[in-house]
């Protein structure tokens, strides 16, 4: 007998709804392991029952062999099983779930602009940081990290670094950095806010036609073309991304919640199909 059987009974799949739902997997101390959606609730725990020994079944052997009880819930459409998915693993934050379960250290980028001094602000806590107008939030940390300090060596190059003291006077946090720079272009705010919002590369243009004008940044162009690349990436995958996202739900606040920003994904993956 399959091991799913011997747990919750051979009929217990005929009692599942063919419809859509979310499902809960839970230990013999009673803690919510894992959250699922469904399409087809019957047939996706019919999944869970035949998980062999390939690698991609992996993960639903170790959920059945740790679970001693499976509920679900009825939704009236994938849509409502996806999006309710993002919340209960958001407010609940079963152990077994990765994805969606910490969106609060989802990244924002922020610039603050005070005389002929620029400033930028990478944080997962943008209350900590009132002076900034921020953009995100991002999902990607690594990408969004990794861009952040690209454009920061970037900017040393047309740009005079800020003293360090006077940037922590904007505010601390956590995992947070803030950066400044004098006598960038006056006019420059604005094509950042709006590369970090996603509409235009017309920032990175300019940066990439300033480099030429530097000896230093010539003489390291290797290591300048990754950064500007890295710049690239983050457009693409995370803000121009994002803005799609939020035109396709007609999401109008800006920036978005950290907790909102997986459930556009969802609508706008719904939308595509």
């Known amino acids: 007998m399959r091991v799913f ?9 005929g009692q599942v709804p063919a419809a859509p739902g979310v499902y809960r997997l839970y230990d013999g101390a009673g803690a ?3 959250v ?22 992996r993960k639903p052997r170790r959920l059945v062999k740790a679970a001693v009880k499976i509920t679900w819930e009825l939704c009236e459409t994938d849509l409502d099983a996806a999006l309710e998915e993002i919340r209960l693993i958001q407010s609940l934050r079963p152990s077994r779930n990765v994805a969606s379960a910490s969106p609060f250290l989802y ?4 610039v603050h602009v005070v005389g002929d001094e620029t400033y930028f602000c990478l944080t997962t806590a943008p209350g900590a940081f009132p002076a900034f107008d921020f953009h995100g939030a991002f999902r990607s940390r690594d990408v969004t990290g990794e861009a952040f300090f690209s454009l920061m060596r970037l900017l040393r190059f047309p ?3 800020v003293p360090r003291h006077r940037c922590q006077r904007l505010g601390a946090a956590k995992y947070s950095h803030v950066l400044g720079f004098r006598r960038l272009p006056p006019d ?3 094509k950042w806010d709006s590369l970090l919002r996603g509409r235009s590369r017309e920032a990175l243009e300019w940066l990439a036609l300033d480099l030429l004008e530097h000896a230093g940044a010539r ?9 500007l690349e890295a710049i690239e990436r983050f457009f693409v995958t995370e803000a121009e991304a994002l803005a799609r996202a939020r035109t396709s739900a007609r999401y109008t606040r800006y920036p978005v919640p950290q907790e909102d920003r997986d459930l556009l994904f969802v609508r706008l993956r719904q939308a595509a199909r």
């Open 107 to 110: 990244p924002f980028i922020g």
């Open 219 to 227: 003489a390291k162009r290797a290591a300048v073309q990754e950064d």
């Open 188 to 190: 420059i705010t604005e």
């Open 36 to 57: 699922g959606k469904a399409k087809n609730l019957r047939r996706r725990l019919a999944q869970y029952r035949v998980a062999g020994r390939k690698r991609r079944d």
């Open 5 to 13: 059987d011997e747990k919750f009974g051979p009929d217990f799949l």
């Open 32 to 34: 919510l392991l894992y």
């Open 159 to 161: 740009g005079h670094p």
